[in-house]
């Protein structure tokens, strides 16, 4: 069964850094790419970056000079650090993955993690 | 970065009608595009990919077509469980972007 499942601090303070965990099971991070996506409270979706199967990263170039992924594939685990916090970077963060290969749309996604960044 | 303007913003419409959302791209985006359903507190679902693929489970009412920069989503008789909103997304180019989406209610 495929599951993906963040987790990290629901609240950090502007300026700080934001690290976060995507545990996954029923697949392997070897032969699947990974993402992180965050939704603002109320509004749209923005594709953050990803983790390829391989061990490389891409980011969006949006945020790429704040934003770091990497992983554990023996914990089958992946990260996500952003820092220089601000107040519109509150909202629900997802990992979710595809499978690559012509089939790179995102099948399965974690619940989300609720982030809210305040004083 | 390319753009995606997804129309109308909000839609109303009765149990049992046929519902039409749109989504246009700034450019050429060669049919890499999803369709994702989004209820309230949830995650996002994937729906239909690469235009008008429908991904598994999801019932034959919904169903998609375009090309280039203008996209549909159909679904062919509304149901009370389709009240949610729902994102398309391009994977033609880096970075990948959403629309902001089309909120659907009942009538």
């Known amino acids: 069964q495929v599951q993906l499942k963040e987790s990290g601090p629901g609240l950090v303070q502007p300026s700080q850094t934001l690290s976060l965990t995507c545990t996954v099971s029923g697949f392997s991070l070897t032969s699947y790419n990974v993402h992180w996506v965050r939704q603002p409270p109320g509004k749209g979706l923005e594709w953050m970056g990803r983790m390829r199967y391989n061990g490389d990263t891409s980011y969006n170039s949006a945020l790429k000079s704040r934003l770091s992924i990497s992983r554990d594939t023996s914990k089958n685990q992946v990260f996500l650090k952003m820092n220089s916090l601000q107040t519109d970077d509150t909202g629900t963060y997802y990992c979710?993955?595809?499978?690559?290969?012509?089939?790179?749309?995102?099948?399965?996604w974690g619940q989300g993690v609720m982030v809210t960044v305040s004083s | 970065d390319i753009q995606m303007t997804q129309s109308p913003s909000f839609l109303s419409a009765s149990v049992g009608e046929r519902v039409t959302l749109s989504c246009r791209a700034s450019q050429n985006i060669n049919k890499y595009l999803d369709w994702y359903q989004q209820k309230l507190g949830e995650a996002p679902k994937l729906l239909i990919y690469n235009t008008n693929n429908l991904h598994t489970g999801i019932p034959s009412r919904f169903s998609g077509s375009g090309s280039g920069t203008d996209y549909t989503l159909t679904i062919s008789s509304l149901q009370p469980e389709d009240v949610a909103t729902y994102f398309c997304l391009q994977r033609n180019s880096w970075p990948y972007t959403f629309g902001a989406g089309t909120k659907l209610e009942l009538k």
């Open positions: 979710t993955r595809d499978e690559g290969y012509k089939r790179y749309y995102f099948d399965y």
